[in-house]
């Protein structure tokens, strides 16, 4: 029943900025925290960024500075504003909700960073 729903990757050059959101449909009850994930040709899926229920945020040290995680006031839509975005950051970008009994992942969005 509960489905997330990327959107906001493409193509962008070295420098410039995304904005990847990601919508919950259907009903989840409690959402112990949301994240983005990403996964490179040929690499294990990393984690990116994560935002608790208490609207705590982690970033790893390769985004930090650059990435901001947000959610919206509901709570059904977690976002990713990346900026300064480099070659090295060219992913499919997944996002993902975790309730403690159950965790939901979106189907993915290209984010290419080339000139």
């Known amino acids: 029943q509960v489905q997330l729903v990327e959107s906001g990757g493409g193509l962008v050059q070295p420098g410039g900025s995304l904005r990847l959101s990601c919508a919950v449909s259907?009903?989840?009850?409690?959402?112990?925290?949301m994240n983005w994930y990403r996964q490179a040709p040929g690499k294990q899926r990393e984690l990116v960024a994560g935002?608790?229920?208490?609207?705590?945020?982690n970033y790893a040290d390769s985004v930090k500075g650059r990435f901001t995680i947000s959610r919206d006031n509901a709570k059904t839509t977690v976002y990713l504003q990346m900026n300064s975005l480099k070659p090295e950051d060219t992913a499919v970008y997944y996002c993902?909700?975790?309730?403690?009994?159950?965790?939901?992942w979106g189907q993915g969005t290209q984010v290419t960073v080339s000139s």
């Open positions: 935002i608790s229920s208490g609207g705590i945020a």
């Open positions: 993902n909700f975790y309730t403690g009994r159950n965790e939901y």
């Open positions: 259907g009903t989840i009850f409690s959402i112990y925290a």
